[in-house]
């Protein structure tokens, strides 16, 4: 049987950066996925119109109701999308029942790649180091500056639009030229710099969407829903980037419908081997072997190979010595925030369907410190014009319309409305042991895979921070000038899960007997095992995690490739 | 269904509900899609039809347009007989039909301008607003 030099493990966000940096570097990579190859030429939809789907994007209920009960809590999956999604039914996971979980996920060649928010903000420094200040959980085995070069690198293949603001919460990277803030947000952006003296800085998303040609890919032509597929490649995606990438070099095979069932290991050599899986299709059972595995099915997959490859060495999981394996599951916590009404500004209107919005960097516990909770919050969100004209801001059902019917009806619809601003939260998740998963050994998958068994709930710091993120979404609309400010429905969060941020549950440190992973995303366990996703997280920060985890993934494979050629793997 | 939507969002120099065949994509949805409302509007039509008897001494749907305008004006005016009844169902009629003319071929492109899922090509943040 041959040995491939590596194998990779999923091929979502940093599957697809394994792939195209150690094929890159001369290695022969087997790329394992789970779920079906995608063909973007007939599975990305964003060109469809409403008209053109049998329920102008609500979908069918009852079918959405019996396959997708939990991923349809996902803002993008809808009737144009839920293809990306899993089908619940196939893909269970139990969780105490008082204590709901919501794993939203996609399984296919690239993975939630495809349907990501595609906002990418660096870490600061201030984040590496705010565990081992606080004494929370423990601390970061890496700093800023090991990261930084990494960043510099995955930005300029990814190509990020973005504007420079010289904060030192969220450092500024290599940008495209930004996205145009509307009017109604660059009012927003001078009021907040007044009435907070230069803390509070609203800018334009830092996004994965190109505003120019790129590397080969086209510049985005703003058609709008890109949680649908970009057949312009114009947004970072596995398939629209680090796929062709690594093709191209000839060293990748990319085999889907890979169910991993367990990672194989030698106990002569202390080392993993290969992975044993099941076809998705044919239902046989297969082995495949390399010389250095990279796990990247995402936290929660991840940690599930490893526990279902406990041996009699490792009893409680793969390179699980320190016991830490499936703790500290970490995710962002949202769902708080307030729109406003602006009366002003009534003779400009936005044009176009800008893929983006805005953000307002951290500014809690940066210059001063917040009397009632750790670590802090950013802001994302905007301001357009309200009304339908250019059918972009499409009426929902349940809106609100003017009164009466008939003529004068239906002219009223065509007026513009007043702006509205919009803010909505995404606060940082404190690690804690509490919040886990397990293996359920009753309970397995459509192929017989023990599946997870998860326990999290949100802790008072997340809480606190929550009922602030409301009470400030408030408070600044209204510095802006804006009437009507309505607070979000919700008191308390959804359950964890929601912020699709999950993450940490094999964190990384300095000390094999509190960590899983050293400082180079390898497992102090077996030496030829490396875990890239998000499980290697020590903390959440509040920034969008997908361009951190994709330069730690670069950085590994580096590194592996280091190694190899020293002969020390 | 289809006279109703039609009075709602009626022909004028563009496209009108019927002709954005919004009934047919109401009875979509009331067949396969969102279930929860269908009583509420099978229940709402009959309740129509039994007030334009006792006001008019005929089916809605034969009464005269004039008597069919009065009696939608009714059930759409607050503190009105029929509201107290219709006003809900008046509601949901209002909505799934503004809903499936906007989102039909008819009603984005000559109504609201659309510019098709592709978009226009650009973004350049905002403009004035033309006169």
Same mark, same amino acid.
């Given at each position: 049987?041959?040995?491939?030099?590596?194998?990779?493990?999923?091929?979502?966000?940093?599957?697809?950066? +394994?792939?195209?940096?150690?094929?890159?570097?001369?290695?022969?990579?087997?790329?394992?996925?789970?779920?079906?190859?995608?063909?973007?030429?007939?599975?990305?939809?964003?060109?469809?119109?409403?008209?053109?789907?049998?329920?102008?994007?609500?979908?069918?209920?009852?079918?959405?109701?019996?396959?997708?009960?939990?991923?349809?809590?996902?803002?993008?999956?809808?009737?144009?999308?839920?293809?990306?999604? /899993?089908? @619940?039914?196939?893909?269970?996971?139990?969780?105490?029942? @008082?204590?709901?979980?919501?794993?939203?996920?996609?399984?296919?060649?690239?993975?939630? *790649?495809?349907?990501?928010?595609?906002?990418?903000?660096?870490?600061?420094?201030?984040?590496?180091?705010?565990?081992?200040?606080?004494?929370? +959980?423990?601390?970061?085995?890496?700093?800023?500056?090991?990261?930084?070069?990494?960043?510099?690198?995955?930005?300029?293949?990814?190509?990020?639009? =973005?504007?420079?603001?010289?904060?030192?919460?969220?450092?500024?990277?290599?940008?495209?030229?930004?996205?145009?803030?509307?009017?109604?947000?660059?009012?927003?952006?001078?009021?907040?710099?007044?009435?907070?003296?230069?803390?509070?800085?609203?800018?334009?998303?830092?996004? !994965?969407?190109?505003?120019?040609?790129?590397?080969?890919? !086209?510049?985005?032509?703003?058609?709008?829903?890109?949680?649908?597929?970009?057949?312009?490649?114009?947004?970072?995606?596995?398939?629209?980037?680090?796929?062709?990438?690594?093709?191209?070099?000839?060293?990748?095979?990319?085999?889907?419908?890979?169910?991993?069932?367990?990672?194989?290991? @030698?106990?002569?050599?202390?080392?993993?081997?290969?992975?044993?899986?099941?076809? +998705?299709?044919?239902?046989?059972?297969?082995?495949?072997?390399?010389?250095? /595995?990279?796990?990247?099915?995402?936290?929660?997959?991840?940690?599930?190979?490893?526990?279902?490859?406990?041996? *009699?060495?490792?009893?409680? =999981?793969?390179?699980?010595?320190?016991?830490?394996?499936?703790?500290?599951?970490?995710?962002?916590?949202?769902?708080?925030?307030?729109?406003?009404?602006?009366?002003?500004?009534?003779?400009?209107?936005?044009?176009?369907?800008?893929?983006?919005?805005?953000?307002?960097?951290?500014?809690?516990?940066?210059?001063?410190?917040?009397?009632?909770?750790?670590?802090?919050?950013?802001?994302?969100?905007?301001?357009?014009?309200?009304?339908?004209?250019?059918?972009?801001?499409?009426?929902?059902?349940?809106?609100?319309?003017?009164?009466?019917?008939?003529?004068?009806?239906?002219? +009223?619809?065509?007026?513009? =409305?007043?702006?509205?601003?919009?803010?909505?939260?995404?606060?940082?998740?404190?690690? *804690?042991?509490?919040?886990?998963?397990?293996?359920?050994?009753?309970?397995?998958?459509?192929?017989?895979?023990?599946?997870?068994?998860?326990?999290?709930?949100?802790?008072?710091?997340?809480?606190?921070?929550?009922?602030?993120?409301?009470? *400030?979404?408030?408070?600044?609309?209204?510095?802006?000038?804006?009437?009507?400010?309505?607070?979000?429905?919700?008191?308390?969060?959804?359950?964890?899960?929601?912020?699709?941020?999950?993450?940490?549950?094999?964190?990384?440190?300095?000390?094999?007997?509190?960590?899983?992973?050293?400082?180079?995303?390898?497992?102090?366990?077996?030496?030829?095992?490396?875990?890239?996703?998000?499980?290697?997280?020590?903390?959440?920060?509040?920034?969008?995690?997908?361009?951190?985890?994709?330069?730690?993934?670069?950085?590994?494979?580096?590194?592996?490739?280091?190694?190899?050629?020293?002969? @020390?793997? | 269904?289809?006279?109703?939507?039609?009075?709602?969002?009626?022909?004028?120099?563009?496209?009108?509900?019927?002709?954005?065949?919004?009934?047919?994509?109401?009875?979509?949805?009331?067949?396969?899609?969102?279930?929860?409302?269908?009583?509420?509007?099978?229940?709402?039509?009959?309740?129509?039809?039994?007030?334009?008897?006792?006001?008019?001494?005929?089916?809605?749907?034969?009464?005269?347009?004039?008597?069919? $305008?009065?009696?939608?004006?009714?059930?759409?005016?607050?503190?009105?007989?029929?509201?107290?009844?219709?006003?809900?169902?008046?509601?949901?009629?209002?909505?799934?039909? $503004?809903?499936?003319?906007?989102?039909?071929?008819?009603?984005?492109?000559?109504?609201?301008?659309?510019?098709?899922?592709?978009?226009?090509?650009?973004?350049?943040?905002?403009?004035? $607003?033309?006169?």
């Amino acid at each position: 049987m041959k040995t491939y030099d590596a194998m990779v493990i999923g091929s979502g966000m940093t599957g697809g950066w +394994a792939a195209k940096e150690l094929t890159e570097k001369g290695l022969e990579v087997l790329l394992l996925e789970g779920g079906r190859d995608i063909d973007p030429s007939v599975d990305y939809s964003e060109h469809l119109a409403p008209y053109d789907v049998k329920f102008r994007g609500l979908g069918n209920k009852k079918f959405m109701d019996e396959n997708y009960p939990i991923q349809k809590e996902c803002y993008a999956c809808n009737e144009y999308t839920h293809h990306f999604f /899993v089908n @619940d039914k196939e893909h269970p996971y139990t969780t105490p029942p @008082d204590r709901p979980f919501l794993y939203l996920r996609g399984r296919q060649v690239g993975g939630r *790649s495809i349907m990501w928010g595609r906002q990418v903000y660096r870490w600061s420094e201030q984040d590496f180091t705010a565990n081992e200040r606080e004494g929370i +959980a423990t601390p970061w085995p890496v700093g800023y500056k090991d990261i930084e070069p990494w960043y510099n690198y995955v930005e300029e293949f990814i190509g990020v639009s =973005g504007a420079r603001e010289g904060l030192e919460q969220v450092p500024d990277g290599q940008f495209l030229p930004p996205m145009q803030l509307t009017a109604g947000e660059q009012l927003m952006r001078e009021k907040l710099l007044t009435h907070w003296r230069g803390e509070r800085v609203l800018t334009i998303g830092r996004c !994965a969407i190109l505003t120019q040609n790129h590397r080969g890919r !086209a510049a985005c032509h703003y058609c709008g829903p890109c949680e649908r597929g970009c057949i312009t490649r114009s947004y970072f995606s596995t398939p629209n980037a680090t796929l062709p990438a690594a093709q191209a070099t000839g060293k990748l095979t990319l085999r889907p419908n890979s169910v991993v069932r367990w990672l194989l290991y @030698d106990p002569k050599t202390n080392r993993v081997a290969g992975a044993a899986i099941v076809d +998705a299709v044919t239902r046989a059972d297969l082995e495949f072997r390399a010389k250095v /595995v990279f796990l990247c099915a995402s936290t929660i997959e991840s940690t599930r190979v490893l526990l279902n490859s406990a041996n *009699s060495r490792y009893p409680n =999981g793969l390179a699980n010595s320190s016991g830490v394996l499936g703790h500290y599951l970490m995710d962002h916590v949202n769902g708080a925030g307030a729109t406003g009404i602006y009366e002003g500004l009534e003779n400009v209107r936005d044009i176009g369907r800008r893929p983006n919005g805005i953000y307002i960097a951290r500014f809690q516990n940066v210059r001063t410190k917040n009397p009632k909770y750790l670590r802090g919050y950013a802001f994302q969100g905007g301001s357009t014009r309200t009304g339908l004209l250019g059918g972009f801001h499409l009426a929902s059902l349940g809106g609100h319309h003017p009164p009466g019917f008939g003529v004068q009806f239906k002219e +009223a619809m065509k007026q513009l =409305g007043p702006w509205q601003m919009t803010l909505g939260g995404v606060g940082e998740c404190l690690p *804690s042991i509490e919040n886990r998963m397990e293996i359920n050994k009753h309970v397995v998958d459509k192929w017989g895979i023990p599946v997870p068994h998860i326990t999290a709930s949100w802790h008072e710091n997340e809480l606190l921070m929550y009922s602030d993120i409301r009470n *400030s979404a408030a408070e600044m609309l209204e510095a802006c000038g804006c009437r009507n400010v309505t607070v979000w429905r919700d008191a308390t969060p959804k359950p964890p899960g929601i912020g699709i941020h999950e993450m940490g549950t094999a964190r990384m440190g300095n000390d094999p007997k509190t960590s899983v992973l050293n400082r180079w995303n390898q497992t102090h366990d077996i030496k030829n095992l490396f875990i890239t996703d998000g499980s290697f997280m020590v903390s959440s920060a509040c920034q969008n995690p997908s361009l951190t985890y994709m330069a730690f993934t670069a950085r590994a494979a580096n590194y592996v490739v280091e190694q190899m050629r020293r002969g @020390d793997l | 269904m289809d006279l109703i939507c039609e009075m709602i969002i009626p022909q004028t120099r563009t496209a009108g509900a019927r002709a954005a065949k919004v009934s047919q994509f109401i009875d979509l949805l009331l067949a396969e899609g969102e279930l929860q409302p269908r009583m509420e509007i099978v229940a709402g039509l009959r309740c129509l039809d039994e007030r334009s008897r006792k006001l008019f001494g005929q089916d809605f749907v034969r009464a005269k347009p004039t008597q069919q $305008v009065d009696l939608l004006t009714r059930i759409s005016s607050a503190g009105s007989f029929e509201a107290a009844v219709g006003r809900l169902f008046f509601r949901r009629v209002k909505s799934l039909t $503004v809903f499936g003319y906007h989102t039909s071929r008819e009603g984005l492109t000559e109504e609201l301008g659309y510019a098709g899922p592709s978009g226009i090509g650009t973004y350049e943040g905002s403009a004035p $607003v033309a006169k």
